[in-house]
């Protein structure tokens, strides 16, 4: 099978292969303790933003990319090549894969094999990888429990690699909104001007607090943050019940396009929606109520969605759902696939579930 899509312009999630090693399943960023979806990437001196082209013109493929469990992926794509990362599987704090294509994958392990002095050990709290390139280093967001406030909570890692290693030698998490029930799913973007900002959801649903998504500038290494956090959007409509996670901005012309999964991991009904924002930093506003991205035959619980544009210039999204009729561990999977996303009057439209579609000749 020739290769799909071998170069690559920008940024944001995916992954692995059909004749990989098994996963063993893994609790989402999105587990009773806490919920969660993934993030993100460039490949330039200088962060590429994560713009939406105006139609999809690419070939077609065959979902799931990857059958066996990948939950919360995100793809960054670098030198012609695809990496992908997910939540934690097994002793993995950190899943990464590659492809040249889109098509075939190969496993390459873990891309954090350390977790920092402030996380407590793995036992599947680490959670939702967005991953950019700033310059020549690399840049990853995760989520572990802090020991300290017992809580889940969002740390930022560095590499001189994509596959890794990434090491957080800090002491403390980078956003841990405790009295809001602690931090997760960071997704990071960089907009057309070169920006970076990173998005999150705090994770009130552990504890009895509501849940909103927000955004934060970050400085040019995306290291630290600057300015204050916004929230840009709770929930607000019935299919969102019990909560929204899972963050993730696109651009496209002069607007700016929040992704966000909602109702719950582990069910049928989890979904994806959107909300369009003025700034990177809101106001925003959600023009559907019900979800753009929802169930089908074919892709059950579909979210923890990422985007990235891939080597023809297409806006891509990525994204886990349940594998046929298994829905919830410990039997059923998160199956990564991906969908191509265009915009007609302002509005995101996503193809669908694409199981049926022919495999590249």
Same mark, same amino acid.
């Given at each position: 099978?020739?290769?799909?899509?071998?170069?690559?312009?920008?940024?944001?999630?995916?992954?692995?292969?059909?004749?990989?090693?098994?996963?063993?399943?893994?609790?989402?960023?999105?587990?009773?303790?806490?919920?969660?979806?993934?993030?993100?990437?460039?490949?330039?001196?200088?962060?590429?933003?994560?713009?939406?082209?105006?139609?999809?013109?690419?070939?077609?493929?065959?979902? #799931?990319?990857?059958?066996?469990?990948?939950?919360?992926?995100?793809?960054?794509?670098?030198?012609?090549?695809?990496?992908?990362?997910?939540?934690?599987?097994?002793?993995?704090?950190?899943?990464?894969?590659?492809?040249?294509?889109?098509?075939?994958?190969?496993?390459?392990?873990?891309?954090?094999?350390?977790?920092?002095?402030?996380?407590?050990?793995?036992?599947?709290?680490?959670?939702?990888?967005?991953?950019?390139?700033?310059?020549?280093?690399?840049?990853?967001?995760?989520?572990?429990?802090?020991?300290?406030?017992?809580?889940?909570?969002?740390?930022?890692?560095?590499?001189?690699?994509?596959?890794?290693?990434?090491?957080?030698?800090?002491?403390?998490?980078?956003?841990?909104?405790?009295?809001?029930?602690?931090?997760?799913?960071?997704?990071?973007?960089?907009?057309?001007?070169?920006?970076?900002?990173?998005?999150?959801?705090?994770?009130?649903?552990?504890?009895?607090?509501?849940?909103?998504?927000?955004?934060?500038?970050?400085?040019?290494?995306?290291?630290?943050?600057?300015?204050?956090?916004?929230?840009?959007?709770?929930?607000?409509? #019935?299919?969102?019940? #019990?909560?929204?996670?899972?963050?993730?901005?696109?651009?496209?012309?002069?607007?700016?396009?929040?992704?966000?999964?909602?109702?719950?991991?582990?069910?049928?009904?989890?979904?994806?929606?959107?909300?369009?924002?003025?700034?990177?930093?809101?106001?925003?506003?959600?023009?559907?109520?019900?979800?753009?991205?929802?169930?089908?035959?074919?892709?059950?619980?579909?979210?923890?969605?990422?985007?990235?544009?891939?080597?023809?210039?297409?806006?891509?999204?990525?994204?886990?759902?349940?594998?046929?009729?298994?829905?919830?561990?410990?039997?059923?999977?998160?199956?990564?696939?991906?969908?191509?996303?265009?915009?007609?009057?302002?509005?995101?439209?996503?193809?669908?579930?694409?199981?049926?579609?022919?495999?590249?000749?």
């Amino acid at each position: 099978m020739p290769p799909w899509r071998t170069a690559i312009v920008a940024v944001m999630a995916l992954a692995v292969s059909a004749c990989g090693p098994t996963a063993s399943p893994a609790p989402n960023s999105g587990a009773p303790t806490g919920t969660s979806g993934p993030a993100t990437p460039a490949t330039s001196a200088e962060a590429s933003p994560t713009t939406a082209p105006a139609s999809f013109s690419g070939p077609t493929y065959l979902n #799931p990319i990857y059958s066996r469990d990948f939950p919360d992926p995100h793809v960054l794509p670098v030198d012609g090549t695809y990496y992908a990362y997910s939540t934690n599987a097994g002793t993995t704090n950190v899943p990464v894969i590659t492809s040249p294509d889109l098509v075939s994958w190969e496993r390459v392990g873990d891309a954090m094999p350390a977790l920092p002095s402030w996380a407590m050990p793995n036992f599947g709290n680490t959670w939702a990888p967005g991953v950019i390139q700033i310059g020549e280093k690399f840049v990853l967001y995760f989520v572990a429990r802090d020991a300290q406030a017992d809580l889940q909570c969002i740390g930022v890692a560095t590499a001189d690699a994509p596959d890794g290693p990434y090491r957080d030698d800090s002491d403390a998490p980078f956003i841990c909104q405790a009295d809001l029930g602690g931090s997760i799913d960071a997704y990071p973007f960089a907009d057309d001007d070169g920006k970076l900002y990173v998005y999150w959801k705090n994770d009130g649903n552990c504890c009895g607090k509501s849940v909103g998504l927000w955004g934060q500038t970050l400085t040019d290494d995306g290291l630290t943050l600057t300015g204050e956090a916004v929230q840009l959007i709770q929930r607000d409509q #019935p299919w969102e019940i #019990p909560l929204i996670e899972n963050p993730a901005m696109v651009r496209h012309e002069d607007s700016y396009y929040l992704f966000y999964s909602g109702n719950w991991w582990s069910g049928p009904d989890y979904a994806v929606g959107y909300a369009v924002c003025e700034t990177a930093l809101g106001p925003c506003d959600k023009p559907i109520r019900e979800p753009l991205f929802s169930y089908t035959s074919t892709a059950t619980g579909p979210g923890g969605q990422a985007f990235f544009v891939d080597a023809d210039g297409d806006l891509v999204m990525a994204y886990h759902a349940w594998t046929g009729s298994q829905v919830g561990y410990p039997n059923g999977m998160r199956s990564l696939r991906i969908e191509p996303v265009a915009f007609e009057n302002g509005a995101p439209v996503i193809e669908g579930p694409t199981t049926d579609r022919q495999p590249l000749p």
